[in-house]
């Protein structure tokens, strides 16, 4: 693979590409095409990066690089344009709401579940649907629940990882481990709320748990600091959060 730009886009470029008139810059990545079998036709109209590639679904390295392309481009609110078809795909950035704190402090049960109580509606423990015989045993994490209502739900699981990850890799605290506050907005119709284009009133409650998580991802890091990354594991500065 090679990656090559910025490169500026004048308008009569942007025009023959096709591109949305809010593009300015453009990269070129070159990869090697690795294809598996055409894309079966129940699953067509679905992903629209994979509707791209008719005749045969990107695999192997080639797969890897659209995603991270398309992972970029929905963290900057741009777009990837597909050479062959020349489809323009523009993800949905407003889609990905999902973040989690990366920390060096472990927050207790009992901590956890007041410091969110203070930000999100209706928290509860997940520790309250254990079976009693269960109850007694060590746990190496937790879950802390908020109801929004209509069978939405907003989940808090906290544990350590196994790992550290990529973006904190070199960071001196790190080395000494991570727990991982993973903050998600569980819709109760999760087949209408991940369609590229959602139903008005499923947009209007994915704002909400937006608007929610962020205030819940910026009073946990208050707390124990560390860093906050996206579902992509890219690094979201708190001073954008809405809390």
């Known amino acids: 693979m090679h990656l090559t730009g910025p490169w500026a886009l004048e308008e009569d470029l942007r025009r023959s ?10 990269y070129l990545l070159r990869c090697p095409a690795q294809r598996a079998a055409a894309l079966p036709p129940e699953l067509r109209g679905v992903d629209p990066l994979l509707d ?56 207790d049960h009992d901590a956890g579940l007041q410091v969110l109580g203070q930000v999100l509606p ?11 015989d269960l109850a007694g045993q060590e746990l190496e994490g937790y879950m802390v629940i908020s109801d929004l209502g209509d069978g939405d739900l907003v989940e808090i699981e906290a544990s350590g990882l196994a790992e550290v990850p990529i973006v904190l890799r070199g960071t001196d605290w790190a080395a000494g481990g991570v727990i991982g506050y993973q903050i998600r907005w569980r819709p109760a119709h999760p087949e209408l709320a991940y369609r590229d284009r959602p139903p008005l009133r499923v947009r209007g409650a994915r704002t909400r748990a937006a608007d929610l998580i962020e205030h819940a991802a910026a009073a946990l890091q208050a707390l124990v600091g560390g860093e906050i990354v996206d579902d992509d594991g890219f690094l979201v500065d708190p001073g954008d959060l809405a809390g």
């Open 122 to 132: 209706a928290v509860r423990s997940a520790l309250d649907d254990i079976p009693d």
């Open 17 to 26: 590409f096709d591109l949305p008139a809010w593009a300015r810059r453009a």
């Open 52 to 107: 791209a590639f008719p005749g045969g679904v990107p695999t192997g390295v080639e797969a890897e690089a659209l995603g991270h392309l398309r992972a970029i481009a929905r963290r900057l609110r741009g777009a990837v344009r597909l050479a062959g078809t020349g489809a323009v795909v523009v993800p949905d950035a407003d889609a990905a709401i999902d973040l989690t704190v990366l920390a060096p402090v472990w927050l």
